[in-house]
Structure formats: C-alpha cells, structure tokens
Nanobody
C-alpha cells in the first residue's frame, strides 16, 4: 500500500504562484509514476501533470503547459507542483495520485484546495 498526503494549497490572486507538495509513504519502491489531477466545482476530475517515479519524464495538460512544473524529490519521496501565473480557472481541489506499472492510478491523496481570485 502507498499513502499520499498533499499540502500547500491556499488562496492567491490571479498571476500569483503556489507550490503543492505530495508526500508518499509505504511501498514507494513499487511506484511507476505520480501525477496531479484537479476537480473544479460541478466539473469532472481532470489530469494536470505527471512524472515518472524513476525516469522523471514529465507530461502536462495543455491548459497548464508553460505555467506549472512537476518535479520529484525521491530522497524525500515527495513530488512538487510549482504553479505560476495562476488563473481563476485553475481554482479546484488538487489531488495527488500514484500508480504502478501497467496499472491505473489507484492511490489518491485527500486533496488540497487551490483558489485563485480575479
């Protein structure tokens, strides 16, 4: 089992920055990739960014490319989402997720609220 705990959400004005962290514990050696998803009110959960746990390859949703950066600190079993140039439409609950090789994302954090005011 893998446990995920997010931190770093909050409220910021448009154009500002926030940094989200996700600490993984448990059987982290079995992980293949970790990702951030988000869910805005009355909308479906959507993919934001992904990072390979070992090769650190990254992939971003078009809506956040050039503004968000995902990184990992394997020594601390933590992934980071640096969010710059935030927009009101980035307002959502952000979830950290993890997956094993050839599996769906099966481990999820509790979520952290990000609110961007105009």
């Amino acid at each position: 089992q893998v446990q995920l705990v997010e931190s770093g959400g909050g409220m910021v004005q448009a154009g500002g920055s926030l940094r989200l962290s996700c600490a993984a514990s448990g059987r982290t050696s079995s992980l293949y990739a970790m990702a951030w998803f988000r869910q805005a009110p009355e909308k479906e959960r959507e993919f934001v960014a992904r990072i390979g746990w070992n090769d650190r390859s990254t992939h971003y949703a078009d809506s956040v490319k050039g503004r968000f950066t995902i990184s990992t600190d394997n020594a601390k079993n933590t992934i980071i989402l640096q969010m710059n140039s935030l927009k009101p439409e980035d307002t959502a609950i952000y979830y950290c997720a993890a997956k094993k090789f050839l599996r769906e994302y099966e481990y999820w954090g509790q979520g952290t609220q990000v609110t961007v005011s105009s």
